[in-house]
């Protein structure tokens, strides 16, 4: 079954500073990965996806992700941050016949 | 006009009661999902319909009964409320066919927050 590790359960930043927030999968097929974000008392936001094609996806709020077959990761850049961005961040993978699975999600703290 | 919607936004509910949530979606998908997501933020999926039948059943109480009575309807039923049931629930959805690559992301309702008292 697939999984997803995401290492930082919490991540402090500048504003304006960069980011990277990291995702590791597992699963054994070609993997659907996804970055989603959750506001405070919000739902879930798609950022980014990738299916297939050019490894490197653009997202919204200038988000950008990079996924690594041999690395197994599926990282999620910015490079500055805002202070809006502070949230909750989630990596998820699905697959073929399967659905998806979340990581337990990175929480990220904009300093002024 | 809402995707993905659920009903109610907050429910407050002493322990032993017997409530429901709703949810619906009207973006056409096949597939909808229940997922739970506890005081830490960890969101774990508890049940998974393609076409109105029943695919993933996580490890969850029998108290949690899901029902679709159509393509875009997933209503959760829980009987016998309990402390530990009281999170957050999402319902989502997705075109997401078992035998097919998506062809689109998940969408999240605004989530359900339970408190069980």
């Known amino acids: 079954a697939q999984s997803v590790t995401q290492p930082d359960i919490h991540i402090t930043v500048s504003e304006g500073a960069s980011l990277e927030l990291r995702c590791n999968y597992s699963y054994g097929a070609t993997p659907y990965l996804f970055w989603y974000v959750q506001s405070p008392g919000q739902g879930l936001q798609l950022l980014l996806k990738y299916f297939s094609g050019d490894t490197l996806v653009q997202g919204i709020k200038g988000f950008e992700a990079e996924f690594k077959r041999s690395q197994s990761s599926f990282n999620l850049r910015k490079p500055s941050v805002h202070w809006s961005d502070a949230a909750e961040y989630f990596c998820?993978?699905?697959?073929?016949?399967?659905?998806?699975?979340f990581g337990a999600g990175t929480r990220l703290t904009v300093k002024p | 006009d809402t995707a993905v919607s659920q009903t109610p936004k907050y429910l407050v509910t002493q322990m032993g009661n017997d409530k429901s949530i709703k949810c619906e979606q009207n973006l056409g998908h096949d597939t909808m999902y229940w997922y739970k997501q506890d005081s830490k933020k960890f969101l774990k999926i508890m049940f998974s319909?393609?076409?109105?039948?029943?695919?993933i059943n996580e490890t969850v109480p029998n108290r949690f009964s899901p029902k679709s009575p159509d393509k875009a309807h997933l209503n959760l039923h829980i009987n016998s409320l309990e402390l530990g049931d009281s999170a957050v629930y999402f319902c989502?959805?997705?075109?997401?066919?078992?035998?097919?690559?998506?062809?689109?992301?998940?969408?999240f309702g605004q989530g359900t927050r339970l408190t069980v008292v």
């Open positions: 998820a993978v699905g697959a073929r016949g399967n659905d998806m699975r």
């Open positions: 319909y393609n076409n109105k039948e029943l695919i």
């Open positions: 989502a959805s997705s075109s997401f066919p078992r035998t097919a690559p998506p062809n689109t992301e998940a969408f």
